[in-house]
């Protein structure tokens, strides 16, 4: 019923409930406005340049992230190759955080709005390879909060790095 409905997001996020009982957990973003400004800017000159967006290590501006009632700073770009992820308000981001900090054991990750990776697919598919003991990101939901205000369901998955190998209990090496 999911894939049909009309408000896939609040379908999936109401099915995530039914299933634990509680909320999803909120990852929120705190952003200072410049440097939201900076994103918005790289979000409207790939709209109107085309469909590919290119991303420089320059493109990424500090931020605070507040989740399980600690602050980490952060740093954050926006994400994803094609339009679909910075369309309407729900932009794709990869985030890194500094220092020693971890979100769920996963240091470097993207927020991207699930319907980017055909809603519940993906999550399946990276269940799917964990349980054939195949290398499987960390992949889950989250409501995503920018400046206190919720930017609904997003999916949390794991970048590819030496912390992904280690949690699927494989040796460093070229992944």
């Known amino acids: 019923s999911i894939w049909f409905a009309q408000?896939?997001?609040g379908a999936l996020s109401r099915w995530m409930d039914s299933l634990s009982g509680a909320?999803?957990?909120t990852i929120q973003l705190d952003i200072k406005q410049k440097h939201f400004q900076r994103l918005k800017f790289k979000r409207d000159q790939t709209i109107r340049d085309g469909s590919f967006m290119i991303t420089h290590p320059d493109d990424f501006v500090p931020l605070q992230i507040r989740?399980?009632?600690?602050?980490?700073?952060?740093?954050a770009?926006?994400?994803?190759?094609f339009v679909d992820h910075i369309q309407g308000n729900k932009w794709?981001?990869?985030i890194k955080l500094r220092g020693d900090f971890t979100?769920?054991?996963?240091?470097?990750?993207s927020l991207h709005a699930p319907k980017c990776r055909n809603h519940l697919s993906e999550w399946?598919?990276?269940?799917?390879?964990?349980?054939?003991?195949l290398i499987a990101l960390r992949y889950q939901f989250k409501e995503l909060l920018i400046n206190g205000e919720s930017f609904g369901v997003y999916a949390f998955e794991e970048h590819f790095g030496k912390r992904l190998l280690e949690n699927n209990r494989r040796r460093?090496?070229?992944?």
Do not use: C, N
Not at 67 to 75: Q, Y
Not at 103 to 109: A, K
Not at 172 to 175: K, V
């Open 103 to 109: 979100i769920d054991g996963v240091r470097t990750f």
């Open 67 to 75: 989740h399980e009632g600690r602050s980490i700073d952060a740093k």
């Open 7 to 9: 408000d896939k997001a």
């Open 77 to 81: 770009r926006l994400k994803g190759d």
């Open 172 to 175: 460093e090496g070229p992944i």
């Open 124 to 133: 399946l598919f990276h269940k799917t390879m964990a349980k054939e003991g």
């Open 92 to 94: 794709s981001y990869r």
């Open 23 to 25: 909320k999803l957990p």
